[in-house]
């Protein structure tokens, strides 16, 4: 079930009318949570239940093993690195995997047939397999790099592992957050359910105002059903898939914020503006947190990070955006994408090492970086790698479009004219956003205004993007 | 307590100065599960694409016709395959008088991609909860209902409605259209290249016709007919389709159908391809003319 759905509502209301029953004492509590967030997981498919219980098992002992047996502790943590990447593997690559080896087998003269021979049950994605995953791994390398202590109770684990709010699309919890939280009775104060609730608020106006009323427009632009073209065209489709994705993941994120504070946990922030970056390191610390530190701790230092030299420190950059771009899609477009990004991380800091700051209008920095960035979006959207290169030459090639389509789609592109008023009003009051953000009186306007674009000017109901990864 | 209040009757205002919404979500979800779930059956069946749902009133095709039940069973990109064939099986009543069955055929219909039904199995594959929203919930939920923008706007500064895509959903099936400002060309450019590796092969026209056939041995009467449309689309269609109508007219009618021609009738397009409401109730009454003059004197037409 979606959060934009009846169900979700039905199920959190049933949800928080019983909560109080069971949050007080840990065992309930545990055992409550990871129930409710069993049958949130069941109801997009019973038959991956048995899959992340399956692995939450698995990490839950070779949690108390690593702890527990010195002398076996690179072995367990193998087990669970091995039972984790292995299910990945199996059910998000394996067809990935076996078409480059059927395409790399024909070129060598022994033509394999891997990707006809694929078990059914691997062509089914679990929902959020690539987020609990991640979450899982997280526990039990915090274990083995004596930063976590493992929890005794397989209901503490799990109702860390499954919590319902970040379940199937993040943000990636880590272990040493959230499980300490957990182990606490909170006691979640008016202004602060008020604050979970106002969350809750901006994320629907995001994801059902915004980046549901932009889908038709991206949609029909990339599936062809358009006649416009152009570069002009393509730069706004473009744009306005920038926003479509960062308000739709942004704003599923800050749902699950919400949700999990109304509960009295803290969820770290996810997305901050990632629009507003100055360069594309700033861009990294501020689109999807919770997966870039991931990699960045669990990846790119444990490597070596910056301490190895320069051509080494570029090849980690390199190795950690592509294998990002893997981890959101087994297409050579995702690649493509973590390549691309890779480049402009490299370019930067290739640039500032030997030209010390690169001084230049922060508004067109700020310019610069966002398009760059929406040209690396199109692999992130595009079908395949000729249609990426088509969009691009499009986009860079200065061809003239037929401006009748703003006016085609002007239902939907009011909603990108609105996404972008947000942006630069939050960038020009960046200072003096945080006092009068304290007061009350803009929530009176803005709440009630954001409620009623979510029931009268909310677009057809589309799953979020991120549900597939 | 003071915020809940601004947005209640903020929305209250909303809903008390506006009328409904171009786009009516709520209706238009129940047509459609209604259209692909619903166990009730009828004795005289329109079927076919989307020529058919918005260009054909199965109440006014039976309005001198007694003793009969109509029902429009058209989906979108509609395919004659066994699939859809059973669907239709599933809602004729055969137990009352002659069952009919009226199929619109449109090339289209017969092509790879149409026979995929994809609009019908998304229908078809609904889960119970959807459906159950769909059918029991939403009927409470029209006021709530969704706007467009531009709509809003041009409704509060101004009684005109916007331009727009109008779409009436009716409980027999049938989808009153029409555009505002009405372009007979617009749908022009996409049927250019909907028969790109998209061709009708006989095999599948021996498929749909076998049931016709069928049909036609279990004591149902089929008729057939190429919706009409704009000159312009019969001729991308004829010249990309792979699809002779002639032969097809001979084939279908040596299978046990009655073939019907509506030559010169002047209907209007909004598209160049769909029915405007008012050609599509002249059409209806039509239809209901000459299947009445068949029931009445079984000749060839």
Redesign the interface.
């Known amino acids: 079930m979606v959060f934009n759905s009846l169900e979700f509502l039905i199920f959190s209301l049933l949800f928080f009318i019983l909560w109080p029953i069971f949050k007080t004492r840990d065992n309930p509590r545990w055992i409550f949570i990871t129930i409710a967030s069993l049958i949130f997981y069941g109801s997009w498919d019973w038959r991956f239940l048995f899959l992340i219980i399956g692995s939450g098992i698995l990490d839950f002992f070779c949690g108390l093993a690593i702890s527990k047996l010195p002398r076996s502790r690179k072995f367990f943590l193998l087990i669970s690195i091995a039972g984790n990447i292995g299910c990945l593997s199996i059910f998000k690559y394996s067809v990935f995997f076996a078409g480059i080896l059927d395409e790399i087998s024909l070129y060598g003269g022994y033509p394999l047939t891997l990707s006809n021979n694929i078990p059914e049950f691997a062509l089914i994605l679990p929902v959020g397999i690539s987020f609990y995953t991640f979450q899982s791994l997280s526990y039990t390398i915090d274990i083995y790099k004596r930063k976590l202590e493992p929890v005794k109770n397989i209901f503490h684990f799990f109702s860390y592992l499954v919590m319902f709010p970040q379940l199937v699309a993040g943000p990636i919890i880590r272990a040493r957050d959230l499980i300490f939280q957990l182990s606490k009775v909170k006691i979640v104060s008016q202004p602060e359910k008020w604050n979970a609730i106002k969350q809750i608020i901006i994320g629907l106006f995001q994801k059902v105002v915004i980046a549901d009323n932009l889908s038709f427009f991206v949609d029909s632009a990339f599936e062809g059903k358009t006649a416009y073209s152009g570069s002009f065209f393509w730069w706004v489709v473009i744009i306005a898939f920038a926003f479509q994705i960062y308000c739709d993941f942004s704003g599923y994120s800050l749902i699950a914020r919400g949700i999990a504070k109304y509960m009295g946990y803290h969820f770290k922030m996810n997305f901050n503006h990632p629009y507003l970056a100055r360069s594309f390191k700033d861009f990294w610390s501020r689109w999807h947190i919770s997966l870039s530190t991931w990699f960045r701790d669990y990846i790119y230092i444990p490597l070596g990070g910056n301490k190895r030299g320069l051509f080494m420190t570029l090849f980690l950059i390199t190795f950690t955006m592509v294998l990002s771009g893997l981890w959101h899609g087994a297409n050579y477009t995702f690649l493509a994408w973590g390549a691309l990004h890779a480049v402009f991380l490299i370019s930067e800091k290739v640039i500032n090492t030997h030209f010390n700051t690169f001084i230049i209008w922060k508004p067109l920095r700020v310019f610069f970086v966002f398009m760059l960035v929406c040209s690396a979006w199109v692999f992130f959207r595009a079908e395949s790698i000729p249609q990426s290169g088509e969009i691009l030459y499009y986009l860079y090639n200065f061809s003239i479009s037929d401006i009748g389509f703003i006016f085609f789609y002007i239902n939907n592109l009011i909603f990108l004219i609105l996404a972008l008023l947000i942006e630069i009003i939050i960038y020009a009051t960046q200072k003096s956003r945080m006092s009068w953000h304290r007061k009350n009186y803009p929530d009176l306007i803005l709440i009630p205004l954001a409620i009623l674009s979510i029931v009268f000017l909310r677009g057809e109901g589309q799953q979020f993007i991120y549900f597939q990864f | 307590m003071?915020?809940g209040l601004?947005?209640i009757v903020?929305?209250l205002f909303?809903k008390w100065t506006m009328p409904p919404p171009l786009k009516n979500?709520s209706a238009e979800n129940f047509f459609w599960s209604e259209k692909a779930h619903s166990k009730e059956k009828f004795n005289l069946l329109i079927i076919g694409d989307s020529r058919i749902y918005r260009g054909i009133s199965a109440k006014i095709v039976i309005e001198n016709i007694p003793g009969y039940s109509a029902k429009n069973l058209g989906f979108s990109s509609t395919g004659f395959n066994p699939d859809y064939f059973n669907f239709v099986d599933d809602r004729l009543d055969q137990e009352s008088l002659i069952p009919i069955i009226i199929m619109g055929i449109t090339p289209h219909s017969l092509t790879p991609n149409a026979l995929k039904n994809s609009h019908y199995f998304e229908l078809a594959n609904y889960k119970w909860?959807k459906k159950a929203?769909d059918l029991y919930?939403n009927k409470y939920m029209r006021f709530?209902d969704?706007?467009?923008?531009?709509?809003?706007f041009n409704l509060l500064i101004s009684d005109k409605r916007e331009d727009g895509y109008y779409q009436d959903y009716n409980n027999d099936g049938w989808v009153k259209s029409f555009t505002i400002p009405e372009n007979a060309d617009s749908a022009l450019?996409?049927y250019l290249?909907v028969f790109d590796n998209n061709t009708v092969k006989r095999e599948d026209i021996a498929i749909c016709l076998k049931k016709v056939n069928e049909w036609k041995e279990e004591g149902i009467q089929i008729f057939g007919f190429r919706p009409p449309t704009t000159k312009a689309m019969e001729s991308i269609e004829d010249s990309l389709s792979n699809l002779n109508f002639p032969d097809f007219k001979l084939e279908f009618e040596k299978h046990g159908g009655i073939w019907m021609e509506f030559p010169d009738e002047n209907f209007r397009s909004y598209d160049g391809s769909h029915l405007h409401y008012e050609s599509a109730i002249r059409f209806s009454k039509l239809i209901g003319e000459r299947i009445k003059q068949k029931i009445n004197s079984p000749k060839k037409d």
């Open positions: 003071t915020i601004i947005t903020g929305g909303l979500l909860n929203k919930i709530l969704p706007y467009k923008p531009i709509e809003i450019p996409s290249r």
